[in-house]
């Protein structure tokens, strides 16, 4: 999609990296099967550092300046709700990112038990369930919003405040 605006062409950005990582995550474990990767291969390796990088970087800065500069101002326009539903679909997920990455750490320095992949791969699922829908959500919903709400000069002080806490 094409934004005019500097803000939600950068959201659009981060969501395609997310997608992308998701993805692969997604390939690494339909790869496995039911065997547990090694996380030794420099494949495996990546990805699952890719996966901490990702929710410990971006996921949180991404939700924490939607809620604190994008949701407060469509609220302030008006339309309180997109805001309050993006934010209770940022509560459910937050934890179980936090805890897929926990568990990516966890697997790069001690490898993965059945149990302990068993139990990432049925949370990386829903991850990436509520991921893609959220993102789905926030790319036709929220981004063309941003593109009418904003003024070229709060644009401009929004990708300062975003680009500045990444």
Known sequence: ????????????EEHRSTIA?????ENMIARAKR???DVNDPAIGNILSQI??????DINSHFSFEEAELFTRLAESGDEAIGQH????????????QRTAAMATTAMADGFSAESWSTFKALTGELIERMLAHIQKEEMALLPMLDDLLD???DMELTEIYTMNQ
């Open 52 to 57: 901490n990088l990702t929710i410990e970087q």
């Open 152 to 154: 070229p000069q709060t």
């Open 86 to 97: 993006l934010t209770e679909e940022h509560r459910a997920m937050l934890p179980i990112a």
């Open 21 to 25: 990582m998701l993805e692969d995550l």
């Open 35 to 37: 065997s547990t990767p």
């Open 1 to 12: 999609m094409d934004f005019s605006r500097s803000i939600a062409r950068l959201l659009h």
